[in-house]
């Protein structure tokens, strides 16, 4: 059963469905393609209890870093499970939230203590955390709910926690308090106070300076953002906001555009919740198919590095590769690839480092190549990078380096593109939400024809 649940997943994953509008604005999915990719994979018996074991490890983090009074997961810890940080991000409690709702539908726990821990932490975030006009702020106290860091009261990072209590909403809908306190962080977000008169939206807000000056205008992880502000219950920014955003850089791989941005997180956290399959925007583009070029362009451009230099990136290659932000031997660093056409440069201080959820965070969306590097990482590495909670953040095999942390976003998002390529555990209930509906529509989707 488990391998019938997986090879028919596997077949729905690349750019092979149909979708249809019906009268009242449903999405709803076709199914239809070839396997015979998905077949060659499936001939090796370790897929399914690979991936099976990834999520579970996965999941272990957001039980195990959830404070058990307010239910935030914390923003990172060490990947023996040894420490966790004080503080939370808003967007890995989004990502907690859809990951307690895969759990219960997984029977990893009960249905009723999956809608005990999400009820936890929706009630704290709606009660006690520390907002702005309904936005949350980037980073919070695990335990006050009060702002950290100096951060800002973000729009992006509010939108990712919105998505994780609407997958978590639809997965419990028959709690009916669970539902409200979902509902009410979505309709008490002020989105038009964060709208610029060019139509696009403002990162954040902060007390020292106010309204940030930097604004959500070309292509990156806002599509997830814009999306859900337009599909708003309440504060809801025009439709034509959805076209007011740049659609830059335009970059090619084999002949095919992509929008891009280097680090592959863009590319995946709007694809986790919103199913882009088989429907175009109102300028024709497939995003399911932008994130597919976008993975495997970066996968070119690291043989690339490795052709043009062996001693610093002989290890890069269809085995071993990805990028995107992510820990390094010297701090945080923001970076991926491609960055231009045509051109293969170690933009960004690229210095060798393999970030495992670059591969996780595209396992729905590039199964085959991302199947082969994280069965080659696991097998390669052992548990030097693979523990507790699944892969470290980071690891560096030309330096000896490797990462003493796992990051929620990081492990989250791994967690929930398996989970779509295993049973679209998170676009299915995500999907079903009313205002994933009411975007799609207003924005001007359409299905994709063939």
Request: glycine share 10%; net charge negative.
């Amino acid at each position: 059963m488990k391998r019938r649940m997986l090879l028919s997943a596997f077949a729905a994953a690349p750019l092979l469905a149909a979708h249809r509008l019906r009268g009242d604005g449903d999405f709803s999915m076709v199914s239809a393609g070839s396997r015979s990719t998905m077949e060659d994979l499936m001939m090796n018996e370790n897929s399914y209890p690979f991936l099976d074991d990834l999520r579970r490890r996965c999941y272990l983090y957001f039980e195990e870093a959830a404070d058990p009074q307010t239910g935030l997961i914390a923003d990172r810890g060490h990947a023996d499970g040894s420490s966790f940080s004080t503080y939370a991000s808003s967007a890995g409690c989004g990502f907690g939230l859809a990951a307690h709702g895969v759990a219960a539908n997984n029977g990893w726990i009960s249905k009723e203590e999956g809608a005990s821990r999400v009820r936890k932490m929706l009630s704290f975030l709606v009660n006690e955390a520390e907002h702005e006009r309904g936005l949350v702020y980037h980073f919070i106290d695990r335990m006050t709910g009060q702002r950290a860091l100096d951060s800002e009261a973000s729009t992006i990072d509010t939108a990712l926690l919105i998505a994780g209590a609407m997958h978590a909403s639809q997965v419990f809908q028959d709690d009916r308090e669970l539902v409200e306190m979902a509902d009410t962080l979505y309709e008490r977000v002020d989105w038009r106070w964060m709208l610029g008169d060019n139509g696009c939206l403002h990162m954040g807000w902060q007390p020292e300076v106010g309204r940030l000056p930097y604004q959500w205008d070309r292509f990156s992880e806002l599509t997830i953002l814009v999306l859900l502000a337009i599909g708003a219950p309440s504060s809801a920014i025009p439709p034509s906001c959805w076209n007011a955003w740049r659609r830059e850089n335009v970059l090619h791989h084999q002949g095919e555009s992509f929008i891009s941005y280097p680090p592959l997180f863009v590319h995946q956290y709007p694809q986790a919740f919103f199913d882009f399959r088989g429907i175009v925007s109102s300028d024709g583009r497939n995003y399911w198919r932008n994130s597919q070029l976008a993975h495997l362009a970066q996968i070119e451009f690291q043989q690339s590095l490795a052709d043009q230099s062996p001693k610093r990136f002989g290890h890069y290659g269809e085995d071993l590769w990805g990028l995107t932000s992510s820990d390094s031997s010297s701090g945080y660093r923001d970076w991926g690839g491609p960055y231009e056409d045509g051109q293969a440069q170690p933009d960004r201080g690229i210095d060798g480092t393999v970030v495992p959820s670059a591969a996780g965070g595209g396992l729905a969306i590039a199964p085959e190549q991302t199947m082969r590097t994280l069965q080659y990482q696991k097998n390669t590495f052992g548990e030097s990078v693979y523990g507790r909670y699944g892969f470290v953040n980071a690891f560096n095999p030309r330096r000896g380096w490797i990462g003493s942390d796992v990051i929620g976003i990081d492990t989250g998002i791994t967690l929930l593109s398996a989970s779509n390529l295993l049973e679209e555990g998170v676009w299915q209930p995500f999907m079903q939400h009313s205002a994933a509906q009411r975007a799609f529509r207003l924005a001007g989707f359409r299905p994709l024809t063939a």
